[in-house]
DNA sequence: GTGAAAGCGCTAACAG
DNA sequence: CTGTTAGCGCTTTCAC
């Protein structure tokens, strides 16, 4: 690696001129700076970061807390942090906290002892993130957060979950399962209350379950046929599409028998047959919005991104 | 961000002997130990990974660089990287190349900036790889990599493409479509060969095409109903899961009047209806074993992955 | 066993 | 406009 020195001294001059330039901060004759520029190209020079964050005390990296990567709405949003990061410059140091307290804290202490300039995170329940911002001063971007004192980019869950509610009415729904995540979870809390004050009000009966509890296919089937299920609503767009399989596995026709909804909008909820109605949050765009806020290019703290209804092939009407 | 300095004034040591048993080398007292790192846990002191590395000349960070996360099979690559970087103290910084080669580039040039140990590589075609070692000296660890001479972990694609050979075979394959992605790829070209000479080789007759020639669904139909294609081996199950959704659309009975192979056996290949026939490449295991022997905790410093089949619904027999 | 001090590569006063 | 220099936080000789 070659050192800003070694740069200095093959363009004749002092390794300040030379840091004048790759910052472009200070005055330097076009001259000089033409000439350091080509010294640098011809060097293929680049600044250690290490050196310019023990200065800076800030490094130029975002670090991402995730629950897992491993649903495509959260690499969504992970590529929309990354994409838009590489643009300004910065880089993404990924973590996956597997919804764990433990390993959320210590990613956190991570990306603090990387100087990370701050920190991208997707929502824990509420408890958890006062905890998580307590823990260490660093500045906190969230996507998908809880409440309007935190910066951030989200949409708004309950009405998500109405809109699901909603989408599976006019489907002619009469006997609903509701399948959700964890309700320690916020968002999947106000999601599912949405959808079940809205059929409640439609005087439409539903079950609910855990996600984990459909686990067993003969349960589930029990699940659906006893209550004679025509319409099943879903946390998020991974859990309908395995429902859709499921369902299908049991011979049931989708939509006509049972109808689905999902949440998310990720790539694969277009490609099922039959595709899947689902709730788009802009994934991608929740990710470019939270590195915005990060790095205060946007002025708004926080903003609510709109939701968009998908409707497709897995429910009625 | 409290510093060595203040935890050795306080333990009433010098910073000598803090850094000592933070990096627990050279003698110190047990006493002063065990009262430096009280101090430590008081003072929640985390070491400035900045300075470290600018000393050091290598950071704790691992450059992972993938053509694209939004294809799950390189999620699981990722995550097998991360899991297992951090059980060994590092951290993983992404980029995606989305298969340009200016982009690698570019973060090849970032991950150097950084210090990374290292670079954790997806394939590119043999000429790109080639250059990109050129470009910049830092080690590299290829995954699905093509030569014995480069350090990494791969699969023998030539035998995966033929494997997806024989299951169709096996379920009586008449007319067979290959969709396959990008060949100057080596990895997806030696898949293609695997199976061209296989299907070749027991005289049974296919077309193939690229993956961005299906996107147009009537020229799709007619692909399908103009050769009276019974079976379609795709290069990846992204792919498979596609065709099956267009298929599917299009009436065709999956398997009986089409059967579908795909490759990755990445989770939603389970999910769908039916359930896709897959190989499945250990991409999590891929992933762990590139950071080992990147490491070098792993001897050896290339390996073959075993190739494991899937039999499932989406093909007859 | 422990401390003093040099120096990793860079930036930002400050001086000229 | 340009150079000199201190110092960011840490590790590691080298003394003692």
Chains 1, 2 share one sequence.
Request: hydrophobic share 40%; glycine share 6%.
């Amino acid at each position: 690696m070659t050192t800003i020195k070694e740069v200095a001294k093959m363009a004749g001059v002092s390794v300040a001129t030379v840091s004048r330039v790759i910052n472009d901060n200070g005055y330097v004759k076009e001259s000089t700076k033409k000439h350091i520029e080509e010294v640098i190209k011809q060097l293929n020079y680049m600044p250690n970061e290490a050196a310019r964050t023990l200065f800076k005390k800030k490094s130029k990296i975002i670090g991402l807390l995730l629950p897992d990567i491993s649903n495509p709405f959260f690499m969504l949003i992970a590529r929309g942090v990354e994409d838009i990061a590489l643009k300004h410059g910065y880089q993404v140091l990924i973590g996956n906290s597997d919804n764990t307290l433990d390993k959320a804290k210590d990613y956190i202490s991570i990306f603090n002892s990387h100087n990370c300039i701050g920190v991208i995170s997707t929502a824990f329940d509420h408890h958890t993130i006062t905890e998580l911002i307590a823990y260490q001063h660093i500045p906190f971007v969230y996507v998908d957060r809880l409440s309007e004192k935190q910066h951030g980019v989200s949409t708004n869950h309950y009405q998500g979950g109405q809109l699901q509610a909603n989408i599976v009415i006019k489907g002619n729904a009469k006997h609903v399962l509701i399948i959700h995540e964890d309700l320690s979870i916020e968002a999947f809390k106000l999601r599912y209350e949405g959808t079940k004050n809205m059929l409640t009000q439609e005087h439409i009966s539903f079950h609910s379950c855990l996600a984990t509890q459909i686990e067993d296919e003969t349960q589930f089937e029990r699940m659906i046929s006893g209550s004679s299920i025509d319409t099943i609503i879903c946390s998020n767009d991974v859990l309908a599409i395995k429902v859709l399989g499921m369902v299908q596995q049991l011979n049931y026709n989708v939509p006509n028998d049972i109808q689905i909804v999902g949440y998310d909008n990720i790539p694969f909820s277009e490609m099922t047959f039959p595709q899947i109605t689902t709730i788009d949050q802009s994934a991608y765009h929740l990710g470019t919005k939270a590195v915005s806020k990060l790095l205060n290019i946007d002025d708004k703290p926080f903003e609510e991104i709109e939701l968009i209804i998908k409707k497709r092939q897995s429910t009625r009407n």
